[in-house]
């Protein structure tokens, strides 16, 4: 079976008996028995709640019963919460708490002072997820992610083990290496990186500015040549791209990852714990769609970072970057799967 009959399945059964992953083989943790019945599909993802967590002001999507077991799921760029506004329901009907939230320029997120740098470094955001699991009372949490998520998802795993009950990443193991930043790559694959140069430079700033829009649609197709959105698919993201910080955050992710930008002080302890760890040993899923058109590494250049229970799964059937929004049924039952490990 494709990711693409999949997903039309799942999502078809889901749309008829409001049974969430009744489907064979998808199986929820024991207290999805407990679960209240929770609608399925875009109807039920939301609303947005807000809550003060480390220097912002979150906005989150926060799904299913206050006693199951939490999954913080984390989108990427030039993504948004909507990645997730299937595989949340899908959970959330299993009896999983799942969180979204928009990670810090996105959406409805705000910084809580105006004189807080306006840095997208890896442990900044990372940081920001363990904020909000401490401002919403969550010990452990099942991570994942994809694209800037799943680094954000691999980085807080990396640092916060004990926060980590399992983890589930699209790509693999995203976690950048500062010693590498000045260290050029083939010339094919810094290629595939151009936006990460254009960002580096002031004009590539003001065009991403003037052409916020044009240019996130441009990436969705790069990244996922046989996903066949719609305008209002794009539109319903899209919209969350306007922030105040928005663009600021995006060129300083990407400036600070090839040693362009000066990154926070206050994030220096972090970074130096995170060049040391190497491994992480929670239950861990990796997934890839054999259409991502974004830059990626093979699964066995990270199969020696996971050394707990592991498996790797590839998906077929044209499945882009955007792996959760493109087959949420394959995400979801990797999150249910890697549970019960």
Partial sequence: MTADTNRRDFLSLAAATGAGLALSGLTGPATAATAAPVAVGRAAFGPVRQIDAGPLNIGYIDLGPRNGTPVMLFHGWPYDIHGYEDVAPMLASQGFRVIVPHLRGYGTTRFLSDATMRSAQQTALAAD?????????????????????????????????????????????????????????????????????????????????????????????????????????????????????????????????????????????????????????MPTITLEGDANGAPHPPAAAYRSRFTGKYEHRALTGGIGHNLPQEAPADFAKAVVDVAQW
Avoid at 240 to 250: G, R
């Fill in 129 to 281: 997820g363990i904020a909000l699991m401490d401002a919403l009372g969550i010990r452990k949490a099942i991570f994942g992610g994809c694209d800037w998520g799943a680094r954000n998802a691999c980085v807080m795993a990396a640092l916060w083990p004990e926060r980590c009950q399992a983890l589930v990443s699209v790509s693999g193991f995203l976690v950048l290496d500062r010693t590498t930043a000045l260290t050029p790559l083939s010339p094919a694959d810094e290629f595939t990186w151009w936006y990460q140069y254009y960002f580096a430079t002031e004009r590539g700033r003001i065009g991403y500015e003037k052409n916020l829009k044009a240019f996130a649609r441009f990436i969705w197709h790069q990244a996922s040549p046989k996903w066949n959105f719609d305008d209002a698919t794009f539109e319903r993201s899209a919209a969350n791209l306007v922030n105040p910080d928005h663009v600021a955050l995006v060129v300083h992710n990407y400036r600070s990852r090839i040693g362009a930008a000066e990154t926070d002080a206050q994030y220096e302890p972090l970074e130096v714990r995170l060049a040391q760890v190497k491994t992480v040993a």
